[in-house]
């Protein structure tokens, strides 16, 4: 190779790192202000839990048979349809249950203990219902949106724990998601999971759209918000509403914001860190953690 060729290739390999880092914050910078935080939140979506290989929401992954999952997570879809919803949430469940932490869930169940030992608050605020940031050891998580673990009846309300898989004998080998009987559910209401106190149809205990939040749940999550020095955005497409709206808050309030998605661009120009990549690389990087 003469120097002339060699000269382009470097000019142009320059370009294409510079180009891969425009939005790629230094780690090192990051870490001095994290680590004297004394307040922090680390939000939480779908792609802190994709390397664990649960499918995200929007995008290729987020579809189910020939639905989108978020039109399958509304209390119209469960209306009309509750034995093709309990289907989906079968395999959702199905899933969950059998995915284990990755370490992008470790990296931040580990930054939480250094916290506590040093008197510092760390808290995740998640949007996701799959459980594994407490299986990966995390013990101060919101859960926003509810969980797989749960049920609640359709009937006199009550919420109950219930991780039976399948939950009911009916749902045994269902919720195939490429199945060819895509719309219709052959499995008659009274075969779905039954309320353990009043026998009547439960549902999955998680927040579909149009729905409201738990009372108690968006009132911890917003005093967090409110006292927060620092936030951590994981793996979220910051479209759901209220938790959109949180590191915006803190952002306004003067505050870092660090996001970490494998989107080329950050959220929001407000956000002071941008780390691209996959979480479970680039968040124990961030972070510091021996994992
Ligand atoms: C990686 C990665 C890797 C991939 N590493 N990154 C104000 C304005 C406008 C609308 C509203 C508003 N207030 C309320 C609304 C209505 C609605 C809403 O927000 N709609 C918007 C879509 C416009 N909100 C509600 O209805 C909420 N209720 C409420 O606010 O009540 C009061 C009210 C009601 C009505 C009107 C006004 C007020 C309830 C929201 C409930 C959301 N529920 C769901 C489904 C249930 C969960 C389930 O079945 O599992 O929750 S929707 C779905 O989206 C799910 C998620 O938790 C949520 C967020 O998605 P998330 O986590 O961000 O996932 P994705 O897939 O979108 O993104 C993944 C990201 O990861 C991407 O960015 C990837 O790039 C990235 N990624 N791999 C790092 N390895
Ligand atoms: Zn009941």
């Excluded at 390999?13 to 680590?35: C, G, H, N, P, V």
């Excluded at 510092?120 to 926003?144: C, M, P, W, Y």
């Excluded at 738990?214 to 020095?229: H, N, Q, R």
């Excluded at 979220?236 to 660090?258: C, D, L, N, W």
Aim: net charge neutral.
């Amino acid at each position: 190779m003469n120097r002339l060729t060699r000269g382009i290739l470097l000019k142009n390999l320059r370009a294409i790192t510079q180009e891969m880092s425009r939005f790629q914050s230094d780690y090192a910078s990051f870490k001095k202000i994290l680590d004297k935080a004394q307040n922090i939140i680390a939000l939480t979506g779908a792609g802190v839990s994709a390397e664990s290989g649960i499918p995200v929401f929007r995008g290729a992954g987020g579809w189910w048979r020939n639905h989108r999952a978020t039109e399958l997570a509304t209390p119209e879809a469960f209306q009309r349809n509750p034995a093709l919803v309990w289907e989906f949430y079968h395999y959702r469940r199905n899933i969950a249950f059998n995915s284990i932490p990755n370490n992008a869930h470790y990296a931040l169940a580990l930054y939480e203990e250094r916290c506590k030992q040093e008197g510092r608050q760390f808290h995740i605020i998640t949007q996701n219902v799959d459980g594994l940031h407490f299986r990966a050891g995390s013990k101060e998580v919101i859960e926003l949106h509810g969980s797989l673990t749960k049920v609640k009846c359709t009937k006199c309300k009550f919420i109950d724990v219930n991780i039976d898989n399948p939950i009911c004998e009916a749902l045994k080998d269902k919720g195939d998601p490429i199945a060819k009987d895509t719309n219709e559910s052959q499995i008659p209401i009274d075969e779905l999971p039954k309320c353990s106190k009043c026998g009547s149809l439960v549902r999955p205990y998680i927040v579909w759209f149009g729905e409201m939040l738990d009372p108690e749940t968006i009132e911890k999550a917003m005093s967090l918000v409110e006292t927060a020095d620092m936030c951590i955005v994981v793996g979220t497409s910051s479209v759901v509403y209220p938790a959109a709206m949180f590191a915006p808050t803190i952002a306004e309030r003067g505050k870092p914001v660090a996001e970490f998605n494998i989107n080329e661009e950050p959220a929001s120009d407000d956000f002071k860190f941008y780390f691209n990549g996959k979480c479970g690389i680039t968040l124990p990087k961030a972070l510091g953690v021996n994992l």
